[in-house]
């Protein structure tokens, strides 16, 4: 089954610490995408990448970093810089091909900052 | 600045009749619409989406309607359901820039049985 997977569910860091969320994808899509969720809130670009080795700034990027070596991969890095990192992280891809393409959503991992 | 507001946190609605969800938009250049559902600790899943080139687009129990001179879109359910209760977020999106989808803050859908 093609699809988006997310690990871990749930995360816990220390204050000051860096944590990377995983995202996988074998839905052979060519755009990634990070969001962040807060309660009662939308979702929020983080970033996003178009193709292998490149990435660019969403809206709320400060704090965060990324990667994008390969195709399927694009893990997101929530750095001590962040200032509140306690949210619900999703990542998304979506096809380039075709006129109208939806986004295609991992399950999501909660990060909490103790 | 929010491009993209649904205005109502949250709707109840009996069982068997019509949930009518809402989402306003600012941006003319907006073309491409869309509709998902989330359950709690869940990524949201793909519901039903417009094109500016319609009105109207149907799917099953659900329709999406698209007023661009009102910069308006919603999301009709009927009949309602129990497993229809959750968090709904309308998106938009420029087509020729696919790259970037811009999301609501979602509204909260509870079917009462």
């Known amino acids: 089954d093609g699809g988006i997977t997310q690990s871990p569910k749930y995360l816990f860091r220390k204050e000051g610490q860096n944590v990377t969320l995983s995202c996988e994808q074998n839905?052979?899509?060519?755009?990634m995408y990070w969001y962040r969720q807060d309660p009662g809130q939308g979702l929020r670009l983080i970033y996003y990448?178009?193709?292998?080795?490149?990435?660019q700034k969403g809206d709320i990027a400060e704090g965060y970093s990324v990667s994008r070596e390969k195709k399927e991969s694009f893990p997101l890095t929530v750095t001590s810089a962040q200032k509140n990192p306690t949210a619900f992280y999703l990542c998304?891809?979506?096809?380039?091909?075709?006129?109208?393409?939806?986004?295609?959503f991992g399950p999501g991992t909660r990060l909490t900052v103790l | 600045d929010q491009q993209v507001k649904q205005n109502s946190p949250s709707l109840s609605v009996q069982e068997g009749r019509i949930s009518i969800l809402n989402c306003d938009y600012t941006?003319?250049?907006?073309?491409?619409f869309l509709w998902y559902k989330k359950y709690p600790a869940e990524g949201p899943t793909f519901l039903i989406s417009?094109?500016?080139?319609?009105d109207k687009n149907e799917d099953g129990r659900f329709t999406v309607f698209l007023n661009k001179s009102a910069k308006h879109l919603s999301l009709h359910i009927v009949p309602s359901q129990p497993g229809d209760s959750a968090v709904y977020f309308c998106?938009?999106?420029?087509?020729?820039?696919?790259?970037?989808?811009?999301f609501g803050s979602g509204t909260k859908l509870n079917v009462k049985p």
């Open positions: 941006n003319s250049m907006f073309d491409y």
């Open positions: 998106a938009a999106s420029v087509v020729y820039n696919f790259n970037k989808f811009y």
């Open positions: 990448s178009q193709i292998v080795n490149d990435f």
């Open positions: 998304a891809s979506t096809k380039r091909s075709g006129v109208y393409n939806e986004q295609f």
């Open positions: 839905l052979n899509h060519d755009a």
């Open positions: 417009i094109s500016s080139i319609k």
